[in-house]
């Protein structure tokens, strides 16, 4: 369709922008305890072989996790629950929300039992050089048999948000991980400390915190969920048409996200067999750039999934279309710097946070390479997490999957390329690749599924967002030089030096934004400023 000049912002994006901040908050609140959590990782047990074996252990439930609970199960059962509340009465509503969860307990505790029984296997096929050196696969199945139970926690964990979300409550459910780190951090130290006393290896105590800070992510969106109105029905019913829908709507999601899976397990094989801490190299360096996916790309998912899906049950194409514009641009004002400084405060951020105790300064040089390249991918990453939800919200999911085994073809034939130079970076730059070459085939088809979207319009906003980046990164790099000194110095010089270029760079990108006008982003200001003075 042709682009007009007067396209302005959705009308939802004030709403969504108000949603994905509430989560955002949260997010924000959990993530900054999962680098504490990292942090105490890395201090007590550095990169190497405890660590290496706790990632590839924390991998498999983890894969069906993404698989099952916060990946495709959240999706579909958002869009079918918000059918069933915007059309259908509150009885057939929560006999739905009861049914779903009572199938899916049973499943996923046979996929538990199964993943349990076959995990030397497994272990075996994820990290076959593990066993290469002595206790290294052994410890990793007995890390993978303690954690196996979370994968059920966190998938009736999902459930739940779903139908909170859907019933306009978001930071709840999205704080909900942030009890999950203070579980893992509490429980894991205490029983780290612990277990070494009764000759078991201070990891696992690690791990029960992980299976302890499942549990409570799950319990801690209870109370809500009754405030509510949830009112739990007792059924189990697979033929029911709610249910099959949503097992309709999963099994394509399910198996593009076995592709983001391929992917990690082919990530995980090559790391393996490159030098010893390369595996926790690159976790570490995941785990940042997880931050600003998590604040930007995982809120503003959230925020949006229940108004695509309602606007798609009236059958609201126009709004659908805007809202996902809208959203996308936010997207790209968000994670485009995110991008820029995690390229530039790369070693300063890591040095900072991880080089404690056992995590020495090569690490930090390692980790932060890694860091580097997966940056290079973060846009797109947080704009796929936008673009699916439309996917969904259209009844075609077939689509992402494709994207995504498109994804692992970019991701080994990258990884074969550069793997020999690059070695671990290497690994990071492929995943970085498949994010790209997904995010470009999901916008060309979005493009021909809507009947177009105003194009003109996201590219004129990314535009201004790459100039305003690019102040930002002239003023980052200057301001950088000018303390290099203070960079070396005690912890408190790094967080103020840190700080103080963090709070510049945003200074100098909300002027640019604002002095460009981006229309996403005066529309924000101007509603701050409403309200400022109303009060």
């Known amino acids: 369709m042709a682009d007009e000049p007067a396209v302005q912002p959705a009308k939802s994006t004030g709403k969504i922008a108000r949603s994905a901040g509430a989560v955002s908050i949260a997010v924000m609140c959990s993530r900054v305890l999962g680098l504490i959590r990292e942090q105490i990782f890395a201090g007590l047990f550095g990169a190497g072989f405890a660590i290496d074996a706790f990632v590839v252990a924390f991998r498999i439930p983890n894969l069906l996790r993404d698989l099952f609970a916060e990946g ?20 057939a509503t929560w006999r739905l929300a009861g ?23 497994l272990v075996g096929l994820l990290a076959p050089n593990f066993a290469l050196i002595p206790g290294k696969t052994e410890l ?42 203070i579980g893992s951090i509490v429980g894991g130290l205490s029983l780290a400390w612990l277990f070494p006393r009764f000759g078991q290896p201070a990891i696992a105590g690690m791990a029960w915190g992980t299976l302890i800070g499942g549990i409570l992510q799950l319990l ?29 709507l999963m099994l394509p999601a399910t198996i593009g996200l076995s592709a983001t899976q391929i992917n990690i397990f082919i990530n995980t094989n090559f790391a393996a067999s490159c030098v010893e801490g390369s595996v926790s190299w690159l976790n570490y360096a995941f785990r940042l750039v997880q931050l600003p996916i998590g604040v930007f790309g995982v809120a503003l998912s959230i925020a949006v999934m229940p108004i695509l899906a309602k606007q798609a049950a009236q059958k609201d194409l126009v709004s659908l279309k805007q809202t996902f514009t809208s959203s996308l641009v936010l997207v790209f004002a968000l994670a485009v710097p995110a991008t820029a400084g995690l390229m530039l405060l790369a070693r300063p951020i890591i040095r900072l946070i991880f080089e404690h105790g056992a995590f020495t300064g090569a690490d930090t040089i390692q980790t932060a390479d890694a860091l580097t390249y997966y940056a290079v991918g973060l846009f797109a990453y947080s704009a796929i997490k936008v673009m699916v939800p439309v996917f969904y919200a259209i009844n075609n999911t077939r689509y992402p999957v494709i994207g995504s085994f498109l994804g692992v073809a970019a991701n080994v034939g990258t990884i074969y390329l550069v793997i020999d130079a690059l070695q671990h970076r290497g690994i990071a730059l492929s995943t970085s690749c498949a994010m790209i070459l997904n995010f470009l085939f999901l916008g060309v088809v979005l493009y021909r599924k809507l009947d177009g979207y105003p194009l003109g319009y996201l590219l004129r906003g990314l535009a201004k967002i790459m100039a305003a980046t690019g102040l930002m990164c002239g003023g980052i790099w200057g301001l950088e030089l000018l303390l290099a000194p203070w960079q070396q110095g005690a912890a408190w010089a790094q967080a103020g030096v840190l700080l103080l270029l963090v709070g510049v760079a945003v200074t100098i990108y909300a002027v640019g934004l604002q002095v460009l006008r981006l229309p996403e982003f005066t529309l924000l200001t101007g509603k701050l400023a409403q309200r400022r003075r109303k009060s």
């Open 72 to 91: 495709a199960l959240s999706a579909a059962f958002v869009t079918v629950f918000t059918e069933y509340n915007t059309n259908r009465g509150a009885e």
């Open 99 to 121: 049914n779903v969860m009572v199938f899916f307990s049973l499943l996923i505790s046979v996929f538990t039992l199964a993943a349990i029984y076959w995990a030397e296997p």
């Open 140 to 181: 990793t199945v007995q890390l993978t048999r303690i954690m196996m139970p979370f994968l059920l926690c966190v998938s009736l964990a999902a459930v739940v948000m779903g139908i909170l979300n859907t019933k306009g409550r978001f930071f709840i459910p999205a704080m909900s991980s942030t009890f999950f780190n």
């Open 220 to 248: 801690m969106q209870v109370p809500t969920l009754f405030k509510v109105g949830f009112r739990f029905q007792f059924a189990c019913n697979p033929l029911d048409p709610g249910l099959r829908r949503i097992l309709l």
